[in-house]
C-alpha cells in the first residue's frame, strides 16, 4: 500500500527554519515525483514545490523561492522540504503527495499533513 507520512512541522519564529520530512512506503520513491503542498487557515491548498523523478525541482510559490528547498533522497525513501526565513504568511498545514509527474492542479497520493506554525 502505497503511503506517505510527513513530520517535521511545529512552532517557529519568523524568520527561523523548519525542515519537513516526507517518509514514503509501499512504493519505488525513484519512479515517482514529490510535491509539497500547503493549507492555510481559510485558504485553499496550493502548490508548493515538486522534484521530479530526475531530480528537476519546479518552485509554483513565487513568495517561497530562494527561501524553501525541495530535495529527495531514494536511497532513504525521503523527500524533504528545507524552509527558511519563515514568514507567518508560511502558516499552513504541509502535506507532500506523489504522482509519476509534478502536477500543481492534482497528484495521485497524499500524506495527512503536518502544521507549520510561524508566530512570535
Known amino acids: 500500500q502505497l503511503q506517505l507520512v510527513e513530520s517535521g512541522g511545529g512552532l517557529v519564529q519568523p524568520g527561523g527554519s523548519l525542515r519537513l520530512s516526507c517518509a514514503v512506503s509501499?512504493?519505488?520513491?525513484?519512479?515517482?515525483?514529490i510535491g509539497w503542498f500547503r493549507q492555510a487557515p481559510g485558504k485553499e491548498r496550493a502548490g508548493v514545490s515538486c522534484?521530479?523523478?530526475?531530480?528537476?525541482?519546479?518552485d509554483w510559490v513565487d513568495s517561497v523561492k530562494g527561501r524553501f528547498t525541495i530535495s529527495r533522497d531514494n536511497a532513504k525513501n525521503m523527500v524533504y522540504l528545507q524552509m527558511n526565513s519563515l514568514k507567518s504568511d508560511d502558516t499552513a498545514v504541509y502535506y507532500c503527495?506523489?504522482?509519476?509527474?509534478?502536477?500543481?492542479?492534482?497528484?495521485?497520493?497524499w500524506g495527512k499533513g503536518t502544521l507549520v506554525t510561524v508566530s512570535s
Open positions: 522534484i521530479g523523478t530526475n531530480g528537476r525541482r519546479s
Open positions: 509501499g512504493f519505488t520513491l525513484d519512479s515517482y515525483a
Open positions: 503527495a506523489a504522482r509519476r509527474w509534478c502536477n500543481r492542479y492534482g497528484m495521485d497520493y
